[in-house]
Protein backbone atom coordinates (compact mmCIF):
# COMPACT_ATOMS: atom_id res chain seq x y z
CA UNK A 1 0.00 0.00 0.00
CA UNK A 2 2.74 2.06 0.80
CA UNK A 3 4.90 1.17 -2.67
CA UNK A 4 0.98 2.08 -4.40
CA UNK A 5 0.89 5.66 -3.06
CA UNK A 6 4.47 6.54 -3.70
CA UNK A 7 4.51 5.69 -6.64
CA UNK A 8 1.40 7.57 -7.37
CA UNK A 9 2.60 10.40 -5.51
CA UNK A 10 5.51 10.30 -8.03
CA UNK A 11 3.80 9.99 -11.01
CA UNK A 12 2.63 13.35 -11.59
CA UNK A 13 6.22 14.97 -11.26
CA UNK A 14 7.74 12.84 -13.77
CA UNK A 15 4.83 13.25 -15.81
CA UNK A 16 5.63 17.07 -15.11
CA UNK A 17 9.38 16.56 -15.94
CA UNK A 18 8.71 14.33 -19.36
CA UNK A 19 6.67 17.39 -20.79
CA UNK A 20 9.27 19.40 -19.68
CA UNK A 21 12.17 17.97 -21.32
CA UNK A 22 9.89 17.28 -24.46
CA UNK A 23 8.83 20.85 -24.17
CA UNK A 24 12.56 21.71 -24.34
CA UNK A 25 13.71 19.48 -26.99
CA UNK A 26 10.48 21.00 -29.38
CA UNK A 27 12.13 24.54 -28.40
CA UNK A 28 15.62 23.81 -29.14
CA UNK A 29 14.96 21.83 -32.80
CA UNK A 30 12.92 25.17 -33.65
CA UNK A 31 15.43 27.45 -32.55
CA UNK A 32 18.10 25.44 -34.60
CA UNK A 33 16.26 25.06 -37.38
CA UNK A 34 15.26 28.91 -37.54
CA UNK A 35 18.97 29.44 -37.67
CA UNK A 36 20.68 26.52 -39.92
CA UNK A 37 17.98 26.51 -42.70
CA UNK A 38 19.11 30.13 -43.84
CA UNK A 39 22.30 28.75 -44.02
CA UNK A 40 21.58 25.83 -45.75
CA UNK A 41 19.88 27.58 -48.29
CA UNK A 42 22.75 30.29 -48.78
CA UNK A 43 25.32 27.22 -49.35
CA UNK A 44 22.56 25.76 -51.39
CA UNK A 45 22.37 29.35 -53.49
CA UNK A 46 26.23 29.70 -53.86
CA UNK A 47 27.01 26.16 -55.06
CA UNK A 48 24.38 26.24 -57.18
CA UNK A 49 25.10 25.68 -61.43
CA UNK A 50 22.24 27.59 -62.78
CA UNK A 51 23.28 26.47 -66.53
CA UNK A 52 22.91 22.83 -65.79
CA UNK A 53 23.31 20.02 -63.13
CA UNK A 54 25.32 19.67 -60.15
CA UNK A 55 27.13 22.14 -58.26
CA UNK A 56 30.38 24.57 -58.31
CA UNK A 57 32.20 26.47 -55.84
CA UNK A 58 33.57 28.55 -58.38
CA UNK A 59 31.63 31.62 -56.05
CA UNK A 60 33.78 30.78 -53.25
CA UNK A 61 36.76 30.33 -55.15
CA UNK A 62 36.78 33.84 -55.76
CA UNK A 63 37.08 34.73 -51.97
CA UNK A 64 40.59 34.46 -52.43
CA UNK A 65 41.10 35.61 -56.09
CA UNK A 66 38.74 38.23 -56.53
CA UNK A 67 41.08 41.71 -55.54
CA UNK A 68 38.25 43.33 -54.75
CA UNK A 69 36.60 41.39 -52.14
CA UNK A 70 40.34 40.01 -51.05
CA UNK A 71 41.43 43.80 -50.63
CA UNK A 72 38.12 44.02 -48.44
CA UNK A 73 38.86 41.18 -46.23
CA UNK A 74 42.10 42.73 -45.27
CA UNK A 75 41.32 45.48 -44.19
CA UNK A 76 38.21 44.80 -42.05
CA UNK A 77 40.74 41.92 -40.49
CA UNK A 78 43.08 44.87 -39.77
CA UNK A 79 40.23 47.05 -38.33
CA UNK A 80 39.57 44.57 -36.22
CA UNK A 81 42.98 44.15 -34.86
CA UNK A 82 43.46 47.86 -34.35
CA UNK A 83 40.00 48.03 -32.80
CA UNK A 84 40.60 45.38 -29.95
CA UNK A 85 44.33 46.94 -29.14
CA UNK A 86 42.37 50.30 -29.08
CA UNK A 87 39.27 48.64 -26.87
CA UNK A 88 41.96 47.34 -24.25
CA UNK A 89 44.53 49.96 -24.04
CA UNK A 90 41.36 52.19 -23.38
CA UNK A 91 39.15 50.32 -20.84
CA UNK A 92 41.23 48.24 -18.94
CA UNK A 93 43.65 50.76 -17.18
CA UNK A 94 40.51 52.95 -16.96
CA UNK A 95 38.38 50.30 -14.96
CA UNK A 96 41.52 49.48 -12.79
CA UNK A 97 42.05 53.00 -12.46
CA UNK A 98 38.27 53.40 -11.09
CA UNK A 99 38.21 50.23 -9.23
CA UNK A 100 41.63 51.33 -7.02
CA UNK A 101 41.18 55.05 -6.72
CA UNK A 102 37.54 56.90 -7.83
CA UNK A 103 34.93 54.17 -6.99
CA UNK A 104 32.53 57.13 -7.19
CA UNK A 105 32.87 57.51 -10.53
CA UNK A 106 32.08 53.64 -11.36
CA UNK A 107 28.57 54.96 -12.52
CA UNK A 108 29.47 57.44 -14.62
CA UNK A 109 32.13 55.66 -16.73
CA UNK A 110 29.59 52.56 -16.96
CA UNK A 111 26.71 55.01 -18.41
CA UNK A 112 29.45 56.75 -20.81
CA UNK A 113 30.17 52.90 -21.85
CA UNK A 114 26.94 51.80 -22.39
CA UNK A 115 26.09 55.17 -24.10
CA UNK A 116 26.43 54.07 -27.75
CA UNK A 117 23.77 51.74 -27.38
CA UNK A 118 20.84 54.04 -27.14
CA UNK A 119 22.05 55.96 -30.17
CA UNK A 120 21.76 55.18 -33.88
CA UNK A 121 25.26 54.53 -35.62
CA UNK A 122 23.79 57.39 -38.34
CA UNK A 123 23.68 60.22 -35.20
CA UNK A 124 26.81 59.03 -34.71
CA UNK A 125 28.15 59.51 -37.81
CA UNK A 126 26.48 63.15 -38.00
CA UNK A 127 27.37 63.88 -35.06
CA UNK A 128 31.01 63.09 -34.89
CA UNK A 129 31.58 64.67 -38.79
CA UNK A 130 34.07 67.31 -36.82
CA UNK A 131 35.90 64.38 -35.95
CA UNK A 132 35.86 62.30 -39.01
CA UNK A 133 36.83 65.65 -40.70
CA UNK A 134 40.05 66.07 -38.38
CA UNK A 135 41.03 61.96 -38.62
CA UNK A 136 40.87 61.83 -42.30
CA UNK A 137 43.34 65.48 -42.17
CA UNK A 138 45.52 63.64 -39.82
CA UNK A 139 45.36 59.89 -41.24
CA UNK A 140 44.53 60.51 -44.86
CA UNK A 141 42.05 58.98 -47.18
CA UNK A 142 42.61 55.33 -45.18
CA UNK A 143 39.93 53.33 -44.17
CA UNK A 144 42.11 52.63 -40.60
CA UNK A 145 41.13 55.42 -38.57
CA UNK A 146 37.50 53.77 -38.83
CA UNK A 147 39.52 51.95 -35.56
CA UNK A 148 38.41 54.72 -33.63
CA UNK A 149 34.79 54.73 -34.18
CA UNK A 150 34.68 51.24 -33.60
CA UNK A 151 36.00 51.55 -30.41
CA UNK A 152 33.28 53.73 -29.37
CA UNK A 153 30.97 50.74 -31.16
CA UNK A 154 31.97 48.42 -29.22
CA UNK A 155 32.23 50.04 -25.86
CA UNK A 156 28.80 48.30 -24.21
CA UNK A 157 30.10 45.00 -24.83
CA UNK A 158 33.65 45.09 -24.08
CA UNK A 159 32.82 46.75 -21.43
CA UNK A 160 30.56 44.59 -19.64
CA UNK A 161 32.84 41.86 -20.39
CA UNK A 162 35.36 43.16 -18.74
CA UNK A 163 33.54 44.37 -15.84
CA UNK A 164 32.43 41.33 -15.24
CA UNK A 165 36.25 40.22 -14.67
CA UNK A 166 37.04 42.52 -12.97
CA UNK A 167 34.67 41.67 -10.55
CA UNK A 168 35.59 38.00 -10.09
CA UNK A 169 38.82 38.90 -8.29
CA UNK A 170 39.84 41.47 -6.10
CA UNK A 171 41.57 44.12 -7.75
CA UNK A 172 42.61 45.80 -4.93
CA UNK A 173 44.48 43.85 -2.49
CA UNK A 174 46.27 42.11 -5.92
CA UNK A 175 47.24 45.78 -6.73
CA UNK A 176 48.40 46.48 -2.54
CA UNK A 177 50.44 43.14 -2.73
CA UNK A 178 52.13 43.97 -5.61
CA UNK A 179 52.87 47.35 -4.71
CA UNK A 180 54.17 46.70 -1.49
CA UNK A 181 56.96 44.41 -3.40
CA UNK A 182 57.69 47.42 -5.55
CA UNK A 183 56.12 46.67 -8.45
CA UNK A 184 55.37 49.88 -11.00
CA UNK A 185 51.95 50.53 -11.59
CA UNK A 186 52.64 49.37 -15.65
CA UNK A 187 54.07 45.90 -13.64
CA UNK A 188 50.88 45.96 -11.25
CA UNK A 189 48.14 46.00 -15.15
CA UNK A 190 50.81 43.80 -17.09
CA UNK A 191 51.52 41.41 -14.82
CA UNK A 192 49.39 41.09 -12.05
CA UNK A 193 45.81 41.86 -12.82
CA UNK A 194 45.61 41.43 -16.96
CA UNK A 195 46.55 37.81 -16.18
CA UNK A 196 43.72 37.43 -13.94
CA UNK A 197 41.13 38.55 -16.58
CA UNK A 198 42.46 36.93 -19.34
CA UNK A 199 39.08 35.19 -20.33
CA UNK A 200 37.38 38.46 -20.03
CA UNK A 201 39.83 40.18 -22.00
CA UNK A 202 38.97 36.86 -24.76
CA UNK A 203 35.37 37.66 -24.78
CA UNK A 204 35.48 41.14 -24.92
CA UNK A 205 38.37 41.06 -28.29
CA UNK A 206 35.60 38.39 -30.01
CA UNK A 207 32.99 40.24 -29.53
CA UNK A 208 34.70 42.87 -31.08
CA UNK A 209 36.26 41.60 -33.74
CA UNK A 210 32.50 40.27 -34.78
CA UNK A 211 30.91 43.20 -34.44
CA UNK A 212 33.88 45.13 -36.54
CA UNK A 213 33.59 42.24 -39.24
CA UNK A 214 29.48 42.58 -39.30
CA UNK A 215 29.60 46.64 -39.35
CA UNK A 216 28.10 48.20 -42.56
CA UNK A 217 26.68 51.93 -41.89
CA UNK A 218 29.95 53.50 -40.66
CA UNK A 219 31.88 52.32 -43.59
CA UNK A 220 29.09 52.96 -46.15
CA UNK A 221 28.25 56.35 -44.83
CA UNK A 222 32.07 57.49 -44.74
CA UNK A 223 32.83 55.71 -48.36
CA UNK A 224 35.56 53.06 -47.55
CA UNK A 225 35.23 49.37 -48.72
CA UNK A 226 35.00 47.21 -45.85
CA UNK A 227 34.06 43.33 -46.40
CA UNK A 228 30.07 44.32 -45.49
CA UNK A 229 30.13 47.08 -48.16
CA UNK A 230 32.27 45.15 -50.81
CA UNK A 231 29.34 42.42 -50.08
CA UNK A 232 26.82 44.68 -50.54
CA UNK A 233 28.50 46.22 -53.87
CA UNK A 234 29.31 42.58 -55.11
CA UNK A 235 25.18 41.80 -55.03
CA UNK A 236 24.59 43.43 -57.84
CA UNK A 237 26.86 42.11 -59.81
CA UNK A 238 27.16 38.55 -58.49
CA UNK A 239 25.21 37.24 -56.25
CA UNK A 240 26.60 34.10 -55.35
CA UNK A 241 29.92 35.90 -54.53
CA UNK A 242 28.06 38.03 -52.56
CA UNK A 243 26.08 35.22 -50.45
CA UNK A 244 29.04 33.20 -50.42
CA UNK A 245 31.27 35.81 -48.67
CA UNK A 246 27.97 36.53 -46.06
CA UNK A 247 28.27 32.93 -45.03
CA UNK A 248 31.40 32.77 -44.76
CA UNK A 249 31.73 35.57 -42.39
CA UNK A 250 28.49 34.45 -40.55
CA UNK A 251 30.39 31.10 -40.12
CA UNK A 252 33.75 33.06 -39.01
CA UNK A 253 31.60 34.62 -36.22
CA UNK A 254 30.24 32.05 -35.02
CA UNK A 255 33.55 29.61 -34.94
CA UNK A 256 34.88 32.89 -32.88
CA UNK A 257 32.18 32.91 -30.28
CA UNK A 258 32.23 28.91 -30.44
CA UNK A 259 35.42 28.92 -29.21
CA UNK A 260 35.08 32.23 -26.98
CA UNK A 261 32.44 29.39 -24.96
CA UNK A 262 34.74 26.29 -24.87
CA UNK A 263 37.39 29.07 -23.33
CA UNK A 264 35.31 30.34 -20.83
CA UNK A 265 33.82 26.83 -20.20
CA UNK A 266 37.80 25.19 -19.91
CA UNK A 267 38.87 28.21 -17.88
CA UNK A 268 36.04 27.26 -15.03
CA UNK A 269 36.33 23.70 -15.18
CA UNK A 270 40.02 23.79 -14.43
CA UNK A 271 39.13 26.38 -11.51
CA UNK A 272 36.68 24.37 -10.25
CA UNK A 273 39.24 20.90 -10.31
CA UNK A 274 41.60 23.11 -8.32
CA UNK A 275 39.44 24.51 -5.66
CA UNK A 276 38.45 20.79 -5.42
CA UNK A 277 42.19 19.65 -4.91
CA UNK A 278 43.45 22.76 -2.02
CA UNK A 279 43.08 20.43 1.04
CA UNK A 280 40.31 21.95 3.47
CA UNK A 281 41.92 22.96 6.61
CA UNK A 282 42.00 20.13 9.45
CA UNK A 283 39.44 20.37 11.98
CA UNK A 284 40.47 19.89 15.35
CA UNK A 285 39.49 16.34 17.10
CA UNK A 286 36.49 15.85 19.26
CA UNK A 287 37.13 12.43 20.00
CA UNK A 288 37.78 12.12 23.88
CA UNK A 289 41.16 10.57 24.20
CA UNK A 290 41.47 7.74 26.77
CA UNK A 291 42.01 8.73 30.45
CA UNK A 292 40.51 11.86 29.83
CA UNK A 293 37.89 12.02 32.76
CA UNK A 294 39.60 10.00 35.12
Known amino acids: MA ?39 MLDFSTRLF ?8 AWKLLGTDPLLRGAIGTSLL ?18 WVRLRVQWLARTVEFLCLLPL ?7 IVGLTNVTAWLSYLFGDTPYWLAFLYVVLVLPYAYRALDAGLSAINVATLAEAARSLGAGWFTVITRVI ?40 QSKANAQESIAASLASILFAAVLLIGLSFVSGGRRARKTVGNALVPSPAQPSTAATPGADS
Do not use: C
Open 3 to 41: GVTGTQVRSPRHGARVRLQGFRVVVLVLTGAFFVVPLVA
Open 118 to 124: TVPPLVV
Open 51 to 58: NGEGRTWA
Open 194 to 233: VPNIKTALISASFISIALVLGEYTFASLLNFDTLQVVIAQ
Open 79 to 96: LSLFTVIGMIVLLVPTLI
